[in-house]
């Protein structure tokens, strides 16, 4: 049936000489794949609504298989996020992080308010690592991982120095740390930033400034936990890493 979707799409891939498929994370339907046929022509309406990262509307025909894109209007453009390569590495990341966390069909709006209001506060220039961070640990609550955050995994404490234990699933106090030797170490501000992250939406997030290494821990800390629970290897954090390695040297 025809059905008017709100999405911003997270991928496209061609589809013979004038096709695309299109990867719509949707309000309405969560994840989508959509045909959009005749969008890689000049004159084509369906051009640059087919863009990564673009929000529109879509009137599309869903049924059992791949849905099909028979109009679009672009919301917004998201422009800043394609042409700005760190933007655009950070939002490639999220997109693609996002796609391998979510099957198709299944309604999920936090997920799609959570991106859209992640891309709005990137391009209103608020540090893409803390965003990023954030949008890990909903994304990873929303799929069934949750690290554990609010006190030590073994005795509860919540005043005391605590390592990262992935392993275990969170928190780790000194006094308990023996039970992971691997569980890596959190700087107070590191451990107090990322409880705070894990509570928060990015639009209530403000302008925080948190130092480069307190970033690096943070970081640290839930990629090892995506590689030990999830077990995705994403193209798009490997280039992002890439892309953030030379902006550094060339800094």
């Avoid at 106090?173 to 930033?193: E, K, V």
Wanted: neutral net charge; aromatic residues 8%.
């Amino acid at each position: 049936m025809l059905e008017k979707v709100e999405g911003i799409v997270l991928r496209t891939r061609d589809y013979g000489e004038s096709n695309k498929v299109v990867i719509l994370f949707t309000r309405e339907q969560g994840k989508l794949a959509a045909m959009a046929r005749g969008a890689k022509k000049p004159k084509s309406r369906l051009g640059g609504a087919t863009q990564p990262f673009t929000m529109g509307q879509y009137l599309c025909f869903i049924g059992s298989g791949m849905a099909t894109v028979s109009q679009a209007d672009i919301l917004e453009s998201h422009h800043p996020l394609r042409f700005d390569l760190i933007l655009a590495s950070y939002a490639s990341y999220l997109t693609e992080f996002l796609d391998r966390m979510t099957v198709e069909k299944e309604p999920a709006p936090a997920l799609y308010e959570l991106l859209l209001s992640t891309f709005e506060m990137m391009e209103d220039g608020v540090d893409p690592d803390i965003l990023a961070r954030i949008f890990e640990l909903k994304v990873l609550e929303t799929a069934g991982y949750r690290p554990v955050l609010d006190g030590c995994m073994v005795c509860g404490a919540t005043d005391r120095p605590v390592k990262f234990s992935v392993r275990q699933g969170g928190f780790l106090c000194l006094h308990c740390a023996d039970r992971d030797p691997r569980a890596l170490s959190l700087s107070p501000a590191a451990a107090r930033i990322i409880k705070t992250l894990q509570r928060v939406t990015p639009d209530r997030l403000g302008n925080v400034q948190v130092k480069e290494e307190t970033k690096q821990q943070l970081e640290r800390a839930l990629r090892s936990f995506v590689d030990e629970y999830v077990d995705v290897r994403l193209k798009s954090r490997d280039f992002l890493d890439r892309v953030r390695r030379d902006w550094s040297e060339e800094s």
